[in-house]
């Protein structure tokens, strides 16, 4: 349950940008959605043999096949974000004990919402992530409408406050499978420039822009920098 200064929050925010993005092009909407039909299309097709090998593999580790986690969209509207399981079974339960015995992993999850050595993730799931083939379900999500091939990392309800007025860039657009953190360092970067990153693409979006971060995107896959 999102607490009640977190909802007004959103609530406020959300009545600021559709103020704010009033004035906005339809047709460049149009286009970005059109550019993200099409590409999630391509790329699922071109994905779905190796999509297929990963789900056999991790139901063979045990456990439901996807991760399904609440993410914070467009607006402030809430969706379920998909991945490919990289965890334990009951990692939110193994996640509280660590925390409560381990101050060090404890101050780290609370600066980053990350841990660098997270001891719930399987063999398999080190691998889906460092490759970031984990992400991969979330063209499903694209296709959905709940997120684009390239937006602000999509974030929890806890973060919202750690957005501070910039909120209200974040909310403006469909949360992405990749953007301007990922392939600026992704994990490596601190959260407040991580913030100004999803703020900066916000404001300054295009096409060619998208473009742009999902060339990079294969190149900071291949180097897997940041990702962990």
């Known amino acids: 349950m999102p ?5 007004n929050a ?5 009545s600021l940008l559709a103020a704010r993005y009033r004035g906005v092009l339809p047709r460049a909407s149009a286009a970005k959605r059109l550019f993200d039909v099409v590409g999630a299309l391509a790329l699922l097709i071109a994905a779905a043999p190796l999509m297929v090998v990963i789900a056999l593999l991790v139901k063979l580790d045990g456990g439901p096949v996807l991760f399904r986690h609440r993410r914070v969209g467009a607006a402030g509207v809430a969706f379920t974000c998909l991945k490919f399981r990289s965890m334990v079974v009951e990692a939110d339960r193994a996640l509280a004990a660590l925390l409560a015995q381990d101050p060090a992993a404890r101050a780290q999850w609370e600066a980053e919402f990350k841990l660098r050595r997270d001891p719930r993730v399987t063999w398999l799931g080190g691998f889906l992530r460092r ?5 991969l379900p979330q063209l499903f999500n694209v296709l959905a409408g709940d997120m684009s091939l390239v937006g602000p990392r999509p974030i929890v309800q806890a973060e919202i406050a750690r957005y501070g007025t910039r909120i209200a860039d974040y909310l403006s657009c469909r949360p992405g499978i990749t953007g301007l953190w990922q392939v600026s360092g992704r994990n490596d970067v601190a959260y407040d420039q991580r913030v100004a990153l999803d703020s900066r693409y916000a404001r300054e979006w295009s096409l060619r822009r998208d473009l742009t971060i999902l060339l990079q995107t294969f190149r900071a896959v291949m180097r897997r920098a940041g990702a962990y």
């Not at 490759?131 to 992400?135: A, C, N, P």
């Open 131 to 135: 490759s970031s083939l984990d992400e």
């Open 10 to 14: 959103i609530n406020a925010s959300a």
């Open 3 to 7: 607490t009640t200064t977190n909802a």
